[in-house]
Structures are given as C-alpha cells and as structure tokens.
C-alpha cells in the first residue's frame, strides 16, 4: 500500500512572520493522528531553518522540503543550494524539475536527472515533477512528453532507485490556473506513467508515488484521492492558506482510512 502525500510548495511568496503565523496555523488546524498521510511544506529556502525550528518546537507531523537543488555537490556556483545543505537545514523532500524550473531557468531533463541524483545521493526524496503544456496537450503529445520526461531521467538515475522518487503529474495547463484537471483524466495520465514504470520494472512502478499537482483545492482534492493511482496531491496558491491545507491533508487521510479498512 503507498502511503498518500500531500505536498505544499508556496514558491515566492511570503515574509518571516507569514511563514510562522502560516506553520502555527497549519499545526493547530491539522490534528489527525491516527492516519497514514505524508505532508511536506515547501517554503522560500532562506526560511527552512527557521521553520524547520519551529516545526521541531510545535512538534508537528509536517516535513520540510526545498523548492529546487543544483546537480552541483559543492564549488563555485553562486547563489546554488546544495542537496547537503538542503539536508542540513532540516529538508527530506526536494522538488525538482518543477514546470516553473523548466519553462523560467531552462532546466531540462539532463540536468534534472543529476538533481534527482544528488538528492538521492544525500538521502532524501526527490519529488521529479512531470507535465505536458498547453500547446503539447492541444497536439495530442501528452503521453509522448511525460513519458520522456519520466524514462530521460531513469536512465541516468536506473530505474531501481525510482523506488525512492516521488512523480508529480502536472499538466502545466492546470498550474495556477483554475483549471484542474478532470479525475478521469488525471487518473488515465497516472495509470500510463505507473504502467510504464512498471514494464520496467514491477516492484518499482507498484511502489512509486505519484501526485497529482494543478490547481488542488480542498473542494476537488476528494474526487482526485479516490482515483486508484493518484495517491497525493503537489498544492500551490492553496498550500498557502492554512485553512485549505488543512482540509486537503484531512481529506486525504479520510480516503485513505476508507480504502485501508
Ligand atoms: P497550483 O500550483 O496549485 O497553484 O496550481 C501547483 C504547483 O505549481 O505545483
């Protein structure tokens, strides 16, 4: 059984006491012990520590994740973060290859497939996020374009220690948009990347996490967590209201009680 996650990633936005007023907010709102769901929150980088701290003070379930790692271990690359400093201000989940990555600071999948490695490397979860854009979606490319973006970097990666990498799915169309993708549709996008991971590898395309990610919000994240291969959600403009996240991680939790029992 995957265990579901729920991801939030506030980008840049935000200031020091937004951040602490948001973490309190979400701490005191989310109180669901007894389920079995991941929740990551993304903040700024110049902010993890701090929040890392304050995570640690409130004793909260939440983990902490970076927004973006170089593929550099250490040297002369200003203004880089390394995956080891990532980990050590506290971080277990690094996004990579985030549409935003891609489209602004021309990443491409070379370079993301380091990235997951250096995160590997360091031991935390790289989450590799994936997704087709508007132009590619209207020609019918969906498929072509994520599974290439899914097998470049398993093959620089090997596909064995995909066991330990999260995919997120977001159809670039969905992100910030309003428009989320249908149930039906996110579902058949996650049951063909689960399929191809799995005519790899069995074990791995069973175990691998895939989330949903494009325009989440606590009123649809419902009817996506009951789709079979969807087990999560990567949550922009909503993760930065406490109350939506909030309801999103519950929901989550609530599905997956349903379908353990
Ligand atoms: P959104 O962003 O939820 O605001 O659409 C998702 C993302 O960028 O990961």
Redo the contacts with the bound molecule.
């Keep these: 059984m995957r265990r579901p996650l729920v991801i939030g990633?506030w980008?840049m936005n935000g200031d020091r006491d937004q951040c602490q007023r948001l973490i309190a907010s979400i701490n005191s709102g989310y109180t669901s012990t007894e389920g079995d769901v991941d929740i990551v929150v993304c903040p700024p980088s110049v902010y993890l520590r701090e929040v890392h701290d304050q995570l640690r003070q409130q004793s909260s379930v939440l983990n902490l994740g970076g927004q973006n790692v170089s593929d550099q271990i250490s040297g002369a690359y200003t203004g880089e973060l390394s995956a080891g400093m990532l980990k050590d201000a506290g971080c277990t989940y690094v996004l990579i290859g985030?549409?935003?990555r891609r489209s602004l600071f021309g990443e491409d999948n070379v370079v993301i497939a380091r990235k997951v490695l250096a995160t590997l490397d360091a031991g935390m979860i790289p989450v590799l996020?994936v997704g087709e854009t508007l132009s590619e979606f209207e020609l019918g490319q969906t498929q072509a374009v994520v599974l290439k973006q899914v097998m470049d970097v398993a093959a620089i990666v090997g596909i064995k220690r995909f066991d330990r990498v999260v995919i997120?799915y977001?159809p670039v169309w969905?992100?910030?948009?309003g428009k989320v993708a249908t149930p039906d549709y996110a579902q058949e996008m996650h049951r063909y990347i689960r399929g191809q991971l799995s005519a790899k590898d069995g074990l791995v395309g069973e175990s691998v996490r895939i989330l949903y990610?494009?325009?989440?919000t606590a009123e649809n994240s419902g009817s996506l967590f009951k789709q079979t291969d969807i087990d999560g959600a990567?949550?922009?403009?909503?993760?930065l209201s406490a109350d939506q996240f909030v309801s999103i991680c519950a929901i989550a939790n609530r599905v997956q009680l349903r379908i353990a029992s």
């Design positions: 990633n980008k985030h549409s935003e996020c997120a977001e969905a992100i910030g948009t990610g494009g325009s989440v990567l949550v922009g403009g909503a993760s």
